[in-house]
């Protein structure tokens, strides 16, 4: 598995389409490209995605995760959220938490799993925190 930084167009159009289908949210490429935002492939082929946001001084949030279907069950959404934990890490982020739809029980599952803990709960969306 392999995680690199999402600098073309092309690759950030494929990221945004695949976004508003696996998470239902709305992006545009220049987003992607413009924030740190990765591709994960395997054996050249891309396999998901992982990006994460500054959100107050120190404070991070993972978004955008997603693993294509075939990819899926591989570990490599563990590996990804491991290595952005590292990189916010790098970048001097102290917290970091991740919004997580409330039917999406494998979501929620890989995060229990990366030690997140829920920490809130909206009427749509759990929170899920750690410090680093």
């Known amino acids: 598995m392999r995680l690199k930084r999402i600098r073309d167009y092309g690759t ?6 695949g976004v508003r289908h696996y998470n239902g949210l709305a992006l545009s490429p220049r987003r992607v ?4 935002h990765f ?20 404070v991070y949030e993972i978004a ?3 693993v294509r279907p075939r990819f899926r069950r591989r570990g490599l959404a563990e590996t990804a959220v491991g290595r952005v934990l590292f990189l916010v890490r790098r970048a001097g982020g102290r917290h970091v938490y ?3 739809r409330r039917t999406n029980y494998a979501s929620q599952g890989l995060f229990r799993k990366c ?18």
């Open 33 to 36: 490209m413009a924030r740190p």
């Open 12 to 17: 950030a159009k494929v990221v945004v389409r």
């Open 64 to 66: 955008h995760l997603s």
């Open 98 to 100: 991740a919004r997580i």
């Open 39 to 58: 591709a994960i492939s395997v054996n050249g082929q891309l396999a998901g995605w992982i990006g994460y946001e500054l959100r107050r001084p120190h």
């Open 115 to 132: 030690a997140f803990r829920r920490v809130s709960r909206g009427r749509r969306f759990y929170r899920f925190a750690r410090g680093l």
